[in-house]
């Protein structure tokens, strides 16, 4: 089955420091992959839309210069959080799919916690 | 209105007996539905996924769809202490993505 890989699990930054995050698709490509940000005891919500070859998609309310997102292959996008601020502190997923209608695969996570 | 409504729990349930989660969706024109199952500190896991009206079975699991009433169901038979989790419902929409409830959350008491 799909296999989606995101490193790291867990990070802890200084404020103001910038931290990023991978997403690859091991087994197939994925033209699109999803971020998704979670706080505690709430439900996944979409930040942005990242399209290989192209600029990502944002959500409304989502700052584009802070979560900088990069998909330069089918394979790999990475979701860079700038100036990080410990509000930002939450648990990042990523999930792609080889066909959007078949169901998404998550990555399993990275817990940031911006002290 | 949501685009996906969940009651977001907790919902209670004996080990041993049948849970039953519900889910609505307001976009008629969505094709692809989908029950992910989230552990507490975990990424979701995609458990069931159905297409058409009516029942699919898998395991213990049972996912119902009724696109007139726009009402997803998933029936979870003998219930496991292993089963208490958060259950997403999520949906494939006309805007060519999936639209997540908001979870409910699944207590199996033993």
């Known amino acids: 089955g799909a296999v989606v890989s995101q490193h790291p699990s867990r990070v802890i930054c200084k404020s103001g420091t910038s931290v990023k995050i991978e997403c690859r698709s091991l087994?197939?490509?994925?033209?699109?992959m999803f971020w998704y940000r979670q706080f505690p005891k709430q439900s996944l919500m979409l930040m942005a839309t990242?399209?290989?070859?192209?600029?990502?998609?944002?959500e409304q309310g989502v700052e584009k210069d802070k979560f900088l997102i990069n998909h330069a292959s089918l394979t790999l996008s990475t979701l860079t959080v700038t100036s990080a601020h410990p509000e930002d502190s939450s648990f990042y997923i990523c999930?792609?799919?080889?066909?959007?209608?078949?169901?998404?695969?998550f990555g399993s996570g990275t817990r940031l916690t911006v002290v | 209105q949501k685009e996906v409504e969940q009651n977001s729990g907790p919902l209670s349930v004996p080990e041993g007996a049948i849970a039953s989660l519900n889910c609505t969706y307001s976009?008629?024109?969505?094709?692809?539905f989908f029950w992910y199952r989230q552990y507490s500190g975990k990424s979701p896991e995609l458990i069931m996924s159905?297409?058409?009206?009516g029942d699919k079975e898998d395991g213990r699991f049972t996912a119902q769809l009724n696109k007139a009433s726009q009402y997803v169901s998933l029936l979870i038979r003998d219930s496991q202490p292993s089963d208490s989790a958060t259950y997403l419902c999520?949906?494939?929409?006309?805007?060519?993505?999936?639209?997540f409830g908001s979870g409910t959350r699944l207590s199996i008491r033993p």
């Open positions: 999930s792609a799919s080889s066909a959007g209608e078949s169901g998404y695969t």
């Open positions: 087994d197939f490509q994925a033209t699109t």
């Open positions: 990242s399209n290989e070859g192209s600029k990502a998609t944002y």
């Open positions: 976009d008629r024109g969505s094709q692809s």
């Open positions: 159905i297409y058409s009206n």
């Open positions: 999520a949906v494939y929409s006309s805007a060519s993505k999936i639209i």
